[in-house]
């Protein structure tokens, strides 16, 4: 495409107003011969080649050029249209770009007036049709830079797109001026990311030589590690670009700096197991000692570790949450610890900043601690009593002023026994102890719990689920709910998918394992242990009750995570079981 064609609509306006201004017709053509842009009788004529012998010998010699007697000039001897050409006068003016002719410039008069008024002006006239050829010229140049600087940023941002870093640049009131993909999928950025605005505030602590700082988006806010570069353009306007990483998991700014009621909200139910727990967050709130959350699996007991954090004066500092049964042993401990600088074979040339050191002077979450090593429990117990830590392949004390909350689906006490955890790390995380009721025991909870999930859901996929009929409500009543309030949502989410446009929760909605499944039910009857032929091992039995945990959910996407919630374990458990048993094919 030629350079005139790249800024067709900037040469119309200038053909426009040479036209206006002489008073005559106006082409201008590319230095191909193809016409651009025209007035009058070549207006609709863009984009023919003209067979014009005048323009070449503009291009030519680079110069203007005057025809005042058209048809018995000599260049006009060569002219195959020269029996049928009007015209009574031509003055053709090259447009010159780093001293190359891109173009030329043709005012044209067809009546002896318009050719006597640019005769009476023809010093002013060329000097003019000069000048346009020098803005034209210059749209040229400003296209040219466009591109070179569009080429430039396209290669800038294939570069960043491929760093393992965050990556963003902010103009100078904190708007997000680009972003690499690390940087979205770590922020949750859409294509509109330009129009957000972004508060960010050091926190004035370092780690690793790096700052710390939080950051506050639409309704989500993130403590990150990294780097502020101040930068400004040519036109001296202000930039920040921020490289960062070792984001924290992303928290709801609802939950953050809220009252103690809106935080407690949350946790949904009034029945008088459920009074006495949130009683007992407000009691705690404010406390530095260590909790420890019990619970089934499904509980909810990760929020209220965040009902403990948002009620108490920590709520506007780092909330960080790890599952230790959901990493694996190896990396475990670099995960809680960090590690600096060459610390073992594959670790980040950077070293890491690990959970502990994020969580400093808020609350650390370790959910399913019972699924912790025996190797690393000690290393945690030093955290609890001394609040110091020493990252792997260093020798640095780094003080901590954090609160450790756990929470476990599992008998630790009787772990204890069978030396499956430290009795000392037991007592240490003891302190305060919270246990959480399962469903079955809040019979009026069931039904408010179910209304909140049913408008959450109904906001998500825009329905409008209104009514559920009374036999579905007395099944639901009767369920034993062995996965608690995570299964009750599960099962919540698929019926408002089911339901209609009448807006009604029917029997024919329930899951199969609800309606069949006899077991699940209260009032189910439970294994005779009377009959001496019956008689198991406890591995045979555990080995029996997995496989059939497993072949319930085996056409469930998530089914060893439902397995393991009905078992009442850990999915890391869960994994080794399976291993144990040799029933890797279910």
């Not at 972003?179 to 957000?196: I, V």
């Not at 756990?406 to 008998?411: K, L, R």
Request: glycine letters at 4%.
């Amino acid at each position: 495409m030629s350079k005139l064609k790249n800024i067709e609509n900037h040469v119309k306006k200038y053909a426009n107003i040479i036209s206006n201004v002489i008073e005559a017709e106006v082409e201008i053509v590319d230095a191909d011969l193809v016409r651009i842009a025209g007035t009058g009788l070549f207006q609709d004529k863009n984009n023919e080649i003209v067979s014009g012998v005048v323009y070449k010998e503009v291009i030519n010699t680079k110069k203007s050029l005057l025809i005042t007697e058209p048809r018995k000039h000599e260049l006009c001897k060569k002219c195959n249209y020269k029996k049928e050409c009007k015209e009574k006068l031509e003055l053709s003016s090259p447009i010159l770009y780093k001293d190359e002719v891109i173009g030329v410039i043709g005012l044209i008069c067809t009546t002896d007036l318009q050719k006597n008024k640019v005769l009476s002006n023809l010093d002013s006239y060329l000097k003019f049709l000069e000048q346009i050829g020098d803005f034209i010229s210059g749209k040229v140049y400003e296209y040219q830079n466009e591109i070179k600087t569009q080429e430039v940023n396209d290669v800038f941002k294939q570069i960043l797109n491929n760093m393992d870093k965050c990556v963003l640049s902010l103009d100078a009131n904190n708007y997000i001026v680009n972003a690499n993909k690390p940087a979205m999928k770590t922020m949750k950025l859409g294509a509109d990311y330009t129009s957000k605005q972004v508060n960010i505030v050091s926190k004035k602590l370092t780690i690793l030589g790096k700052d710390i700082f939080e950051m506050t988006i639409d309704d989500k806010y993130f403590n990150m590690v990294g780097v502020s570069i101040p930068i400004s353009s040519i036109n001296e306007k202000a930039y920040t670009i921020f490289i960062f990483d070792n984001v924290n998991t992303d928290i709801p700014k609802s939950t953050k700096g809220n009252n103690e009621s809106s935080a407690l909200d949350a946790i949904i139910g009034e029945s008088e197991v459920m009074q006495s727990l949130k009683n007992k967050i407000r009691k705690v709130a404010d406390t530095k000692s260590t909790v420890l959350i019990t619970g089934k699996s499904g509980t909810g007991k990760e929020l209220v570790a965040r009902a403990i954090h948002d009620s108490g004066e920590r709520r506007n500092r780092p909330f960080i949450a790890i599952n230790c049964g959901a990493i694996p042993d190896s990396l475990l401990e670099s995960e809680l610890f960090g590690y600096v600088k060459g610390a073992f074979s594959g670790a980040s040339s950077e070293g890491r900043v690990g959970k502990f050191e994020l969580a400093n002077t808020g609350d650390i979450f370790l959910d399913e601690i019972g699924e912790m090593p025996y190797s690393l429990q000690v290393k945690l117990l030093r955290v609890l009593q001394e609040r110091t830590l020493v990252r792997i392949g260093s020798n640095k004390l780094i003080n901590l002023d954090l609160r450790v909350i756990a929470a476990t689906n599992m008998d630790l006490k009787k772990m204890v026994e069978e030396n499956k955890f430290r009795e000392d790390l037991y007592y240490r995380l003891n302190v305060i102890p919270i246990e959480i009721p399962p469903l079955c025991e809040r019979d009026h909870d069931l039904f408010l719990i179910i209304d909140k999930l049913i408008e959450k859901y109904n906001n998500i996929f825009n329905k409008y689920v209104h009514t559920i009929d009374d036999d579905v409500k007395e099944i639901l009543k009767n369920y034993s709910w062995p996965g608690n309030v995570r299964e009750l949502e599960n099962i919540i989410e698929f019926m408002v998918n089911m339901a209609d446009d009448s807006g009604r929760i029917t029997k024919t909605m329930l899951y199969d394992n609800i309606l069949k499944n006899k077991e699940n039910v209260k009032s189910s009857k439970v294994i005779s242990l009377n009959d001496s032929d019956d008689i198991c091992t406890i591995e045979e039995m555990e080995k029996v009750m997995i496989k059939k945990a497993l072949d319930l959910y085996k056409d469930d996407s998530n089914c060893k995570n439902k397995a393991a919630d009905r078992l009442g374990i850990g999915i890391a458990t869960l994994y080794r079981k399976i291993d144990k048993y040799k029933l890797n094919e279910v």
